[in-house]
């Protein structure tokens, strides 16, 4: 028998803020059980590792308070793990829906092309690739209008970063370092 | 009367207050914009204005200091994504009024406030600066391990969900701090023999990942959801609001000026401890903290900006900088031609004027700019949410690789923006953790420090507290938060009812 | 849409091509500052470099890449195409990264552009200490064992090699060794009384020695340095100190091995005078740095001779984690 919780709005599900997140304190939701075993076992392993650092040489070793704070962690987990194994299940959520709907598998899909193709195409190309495709997926807006955003949004980021900041994105296929010296050339040819 | 003429430097000549204008402008959208940090800012600056006369470079560098720490509330309240750690706090009630469409009102009490804790923080610095530092150098390594025990009492403040699952975040928090080669002896901790891991994981791109990116991968759930209209009737906060939040925003002020004075703490802690202090002293909030509470901006804002002027005070009397921003001052004071240090104040008295002149002027055109554009900026939040989303994931992970030019970094912040979207899903908060990530230097370093000085002795620890007032009431202080916080307490409390 | 973005980008792509044959520099420079904003090596590369620009023509874009002591920007120009473009900003710590296990490379693998200046160490007490030289410190160690507490900044940091040369000139010291992460938190541990003595660059404590927040005891030099001409020598203290003296940290500006030629000498050109520039050599003498301004067989010769003196100095501490005889690390003198 599954009880249904209290009906409560998807806010409150996921919080309203950092200060205030989500979940439902008396109920377990889909993959709840599972992520407190993962945190449980991966706070384990960096006690492990934590005891690794220096062992328990000094009061004042470097692995002191890895030690102390992992070891705080496995123990939070365990009784988190405890706690969360023993409450009912809600009813009327499925992990399909409360933790990977389509949109986030779809953005999660885009944000691994992205960090796969950064690198050898650099920049520019890729973050217009990324924001088109987004965009046009998650609006279903025209492809002019898409266009017109994402080329927008990216030059206006590749300014304020790049020129102003000098921050040195990934340049990839796009030689922009020679773009800018004949801008440069340009301004100083004209001055 | 020369030192009233060099405060007013600033205000009777066009060109500086021309600059400080332009300064303070940009560092407002500076701060504002994730990754893009005023220290970015400020060390651009040193090679841009080297050929600079001194008054026109400090001019610069002050206006996008004091608009910067203010500017992080922007994206903090808009997006949920501080735009610098000092605004960390202000995204915990800023950000769910803005959902509630009062956007507007909350960047309105902000500016104000902020405007208010600047103002606080000029004035400690104009008229107690030496016996400030002073105050400051006392601080030993123990007393810096106390306040950074204070300051992870916080977790049970940041946690009004399971606080086990809060003390978990926070543990995790000060795990992910100690990352990396250890900078005192450059023993690895948590490297796995990965290369990578050795320069440690980036404190930025975990916030823009935690606070950032769960938050868009939740938003996700509702891509079709309208955008919440905004409501700009009143932006301006009334006489009555400011009144009534007054004596909170000066408590919160003193202490952003003394965390900000102490070399080793900044604004990022400052804010965190006014948050607390706020939601300890307010009894009835109109709104519950978390929600929109006006007390939870007001707190952090007053503080952040009261820390500047108090990060100006160890520099200005010893030489010391205050924090990051302050350091490359340092560095630029020393590039033309002054030399930084317990001399200044006598060798150039006219600097430490005209600093203090700067400052007031910067934090006036702060309040310009703060309150005008807000029209404008609030509509950031009504675009689709279909192109906010995409867009906000773009500004994340540039602005975590803007920090330290490192692909690496993008990576963690992903990952540790899918972690945080577990964490929100599942009740975990994630305030605790980055409060770990803050804090976990001052607490781990100083240990060290403070227990090697006693040659491991425990015993010694403890009686040197007790041997000095100053770590005697830090140790009360932690003892007394302690206990009216553990659950223990409310169930004695409670039992007796 | 799409086809046209990426048209034009090709577009671009081909044009630059034909650009990059023009001489050295035809696109701006990458500077990677191997420290934090507001470090030493930030405020001296950052200053030096705006003149360095003008002799070049071009445009020098400085980044500070920090962590792992300066290993992570020395791996990413290492890593980088030797084309010139990518150029290293940095300390002397990398000499010290085999001996010191923290990685495989140092300075070995890069053409030294130009070595701008190096740091002389003091050993600066708190103003009240009962001790006001050198040898009144050792007497007091000597009397009040295990209670001094010195400041240090981890192994391989300028205070490990300060001390490992007293302990290797005067023998095992009875002390505290307090870790800080950099002189400068611990210079202001030492103004606070939380440690007592810390050797540090003379830079950095030089205004609080003119402010009296600081006692010098001892010059970590052969001769006196004419900013405080009243402070003795290590070496005065005792004749032993010059073995390893002069000895200090040093800020230079590096290319990757491969780098062209007309990539070299145009670099290398423009610090040298870059590096003789009137307000640049005001600022390294008012923070107590000494000019060098040397490259190409010099510098590498100082190079070889500092990594040399230091690397066998942490070995007889006992610090070294790697013998620098493994290392190919001849001892000094050799």
Redesign the interface.
Known sequence: MSVQPDPESDRAREGSSDATPGGLPEFRRPGELAFAVFLALASAGLLFSAHDIAGFRALSSPGAIPMATTAAMLVTALLVLWKTARQPKTGDETLRIAVFPASVIAMAVLLIGYALLLKPLGFLPTSALFLFIAIKLLSGRSIVFTGVVTLASVIGIWLIFRIVFTVLMPAGIVPEAEIIQIFRDLFNGGA | MSALMDFLTVFTQPQLLLLVGLGTFAGVYVGAIPGLSVTMAVSILISFTFAWDVYPAISLMIGIYMGGVYGGSRTAILLNIPGAPSAIATALDGYPMAQKGEAGTAIGVTTVMSFFGGFIGILVLAAAAPAVSGFALRFQPRDYMLLAVLGILLVGSLSSGSLLKGIFAGAFGIAIGSVGMDPLTFTPRFTFDQPMLRGGINFIAVMIGMFGVSEVLLQLHHVNTPAVRQKISRIVPSFGTIKRYLPLSLQTSFIGVIIGALPGTGGDIAALMSYDHAKRITKNPETPFGEGAMEGLVAPESANNAAVGGAFIPMMTLGIPGDAVTAIMIGALFIHGLNPGPMLMIDHPDMFWFIVGALVTANFFMLIFGLTGIRLFVKIVEIPRAVLIPLIMLLSIVGAYAVNNSITDVYWMLGFGVFGYFMRLYGYPLGPVILGVILSRLLDDNWRRAIISEREDLGRFFSGIFHSPLSTVLLLAVVLIFVSQTPLWRLIRRRKA | ??TI??GA?TA??FG??A??AQDYP???I?GIIQW????ST??VM??V??HAEEVLGG?V?????????G??ALN?VADAEADG?TVLMGAENPMLYRT?G?GERDYSEFVPINLLARGTPILVAGPDAPYSTYAELMAYIAEHP?EV?FGST???GLPSVITAMMQSVEGELDV??????GD??A???L?????DVMPAVLGAA???I????MKPLAIFDTERNERLPDVATAVEGNEGYSTYLPWGPFFGVFVHEGTPDEAVTALTAAYAQAAEAE?FR??MD??GFTMMNISGDEAREFLAAWQSTTAWLMQEAGLAVNNPADLGIPRPGE
């Open positions: 849409m799409r973005v990426f980008m671009l792509a630059a091509t650009v990059s035809s696109r701006e990458q934090g904003a507001g470090g930030d405020t950052r200053s470099t705006p445009t874009v400085m980044q500070n890449m920090t962590g792992a002591v290993a992570i990413y473009y010191m923290l295990g507490r981890g192994p391989g505290i060794f307090v870790p800080y992460d400068g938190p210079l202001t541990a103004q606070g009384g939380a440690i030089i205004e609080n003119r402010a009296g927040t307000d005001a600022l008012t923070r």
